[in-house]
């Protein structure tokens, strides 16, 4: 009956005339994207490059939002929305939100021509964990505001993927052979709301408002689901300025990982560092450069696999996977630099390069060109691009 309510609300504005209801979205269309990857052909890409459409609905307190899963595989069960939730905001210098949508704790922000490793922003693809937490189940809690000189939001979330468990109370696994019984994944199923018995996520963000234009923030994450011998965590601390001359960002990150066997992309433990820093100046009302740099630094160390029965079965892990505690460290060096002319209010011509590097060993062993479950190690890559967004 709620998801009814919320869809009537939504895409059917017309029948409750009382509610304020506005599309917000972007587009950015690429008019040149040339990139060139270390042993591999370079190549042209034109077209779309960013996609996102949002609903809003508002009537006194309350609001309702949902975001659509445009890009997404949208044949797999509750993916259409991307984000769907409700807020209140009934209670002086509270905000309550209950739903999906982006857990918040990191200090996000996009770079000249490429988002933030956070945010799958590379070309060379990157080995951290810690990325957005988006499509989450969640409930939060916000207290604050500028006037107040700061917001604190915490939030209860959970994965939108959850392991499903037999009736002895044994992970469901997918496996193949007849006699073999190798293991490639758990059986997983995409839910619209999360059991706190299976899985637990807690996160936390900070927000200082130090004058108009600083915004200091601190955030923390911490996750395990059933399977899991240790939580993850991770801790970001960050800055923005936002002047009418000056917006610069700096955001770093220390993230752990551990994940069970068969998880997707599993690791034992994986440690990460990652930070970032920018700068844009205007000219005048239409003209401006910017710049971004961003490191990360990843150290992962994946299961040793063994042999195990579960009621009378033997199972063995697959082969495609790490097997026997191989550790790889990889580092992500980026740097972009570029230009923007402002169309209008809400458009905007880009225009930028990227160079990026990645290093990378398995075992203390450097300059291999082929690691497993790897991309692109020991590489370099250029990119050059040109987009023009619209806000609307």
Not at 217 to 240: C, H, I, P, R
Not at 343 to 358: A, D, P, Q
Request: proline fraction near 1%; include cysteine; charged fraction near 20%.
């Amino acid at each position: 009956m709620r998801k009814l309510f919320f869809a009537l609300c939504l895409l059917l504005p017309n029948l409750a005339l009382t509610f304020d209801t506005q599309i917000k979205g972007f587009i950015a269309l690429d008019a040149l994207n040339y990139k060139k990857i270390d042993r591999q052909k370079d190549a042209i890409d034109i077209g779309i490059g960013v996609l996102d459409l949002k609903v809003f609905a508002e009537q006194e307190n309350m609001t309702a939002a949902i975001k659509l899963n445009i890009d997404g595989n949208l044949s797999v069960q509750n993916t259409l929305f991307e984000e769907a939730y409700a807020t209140y905001r009934g209670i002086k210098n509270w905000k309550f939100t209950l739903g999906k949508g982006v857990v918040k704790f990191q200090n996000l922000h996009w770079g000249v021509v490429a988002n933030t490793y956070q945010d799958g922003g590379t070309i060379l693809e990157s080995e951290n964990s810690v990325r957005k937490l988006a499509n989450k189940a969640l409930m939060a809690f916000a207290y604050g505001n500028r006037d107040a000189g700061f917001t604190n939001t915490f939030t209860i979330w959970g994965d939108s993927q959850e392991i499903q468990y037999d009736e002895k109370g044994n992970p469901k696994y997918i496996s193949s052979g007849s006699s073999s019984n190798t293991i490639t994944a758990y059986n997983t199923k995409s839910v619209p709301a999360f059991t706190t018995q299976k899985q637990l996520g807690l996160a936390n963000k900070l927000e200082l408002f130090k004058s108009d234009i600083w915004t200091i923030t601190t955030g923390e994450m911490y996750f395990k689901n059933k399977l899991q011998d240790k939580a993850s965590y991770a801790l970001d601390f960050g800055a923005v300025l936002d002047s009418t001359v000056w917006e610069a960002w700096v955001d770093m990150i220390y993230g752990f990982t551990s994940k069970a066997p068969f998880e997707s992309y599993t690791t034992f433990r994986k440690n990460e560092y990652f930070l970032q820093m920018g700068a844009q100046y205007h000219f005048n009302e239409f003209w401006s450069v910017l710049t971004n740099m961003e490191y990360l630094h990843v150290k992962d160390q994946a299961h040793t696999y063994s042999n195990f029965t579960i009621d009378g079965t033997s199972y063995q892990a697959d082969s495609k996977i790490f097997k026997n505690g191989e550790t790889v460290v990889s580092t992500n060096y980026k740097i972009e630099a570029g230009g923007q002319y402002k169309l209008s209010k809400s458009s905007f011509i880009t225009s930028g390069l990227l160079y990026e590097k990645k290093i990378a060993a398995k075992n203390g062993v450097d300059n291999l060109t082929y690691i497993h479950c790897v991309f692109n190690p020991n590489a370099e890559a250029y990119q050059l691009l040109s987009s023009i967004s619209f806000w609307f």
